[in-house]
């Protein structure tokens, strides 16, 4: 399985901007589907975004369409997240996450990804 390190977390006031960062390692990366998820505390883990192997596709959860972009570098074995117009709401620990398998779009239908990073905190101050 690939190896997924996450970075570029922080404390953001609302209205600021973040970008995640997510590095991959161990397997061709552009073999896998890649994919951001978040949990806030107290609440289960859900799906933000997902891109295609090839990054010609990109899937959304409704509430960040038209905030966050998801892209990736398949030469440089990087996914990233574009966190723009940021809200208190989106405070959550965020995961990157991919898997050989499974196409994107099911991860916006439940689908389980199975190669995960470790999670990196993102806080949204009001």
């Known amino acids: 399985q690939v190896q997924l390190v996450e970075s570029g977390g922080g404390l953001v006031q609302a209205g600021g901007s973040l970008r995640l960062s997510c590095a991959a390692s161990?397997?061709?990366?552009?073999?896998?589907?890649m994919g951001w998820f978040r949990q806030a505390p107290g609440k289960e883990r859900e799906f933000v975004a997902a891109?295609?192997?090839?990054?010609?596709?990109?899937y959304y959860e409704d509430s960040v369409k038209g905030r966050f972009t998801i892209s990736r570098d398949n030469a440089k074995n990087m996914v990233y997240l574009q966190m723009n117009s940021l809200k208190p709401e989106d405070t959550a620990v965020y995961y990157c996450?991919?898997?050989?398998?499974?196409?994107?779009?099911?991860?916006?239908?439940?689908?389980?990804?199975?190669?995960w990073g470790q999670g990196t905190q993102v806080t949204v101050s009001s």
């Open positions: 996450a991919g898997d050989r398998t499974l196409a994107a779009y099911t991860a916006a239908a439940g689908g389980k990804f199975g190669s």
């Open positions: 161990g397997r061709t990366f552009s073999d896998y589907a």
């Open positions: 891109i295609s192997r090839s990054g010609g596709r990109t």
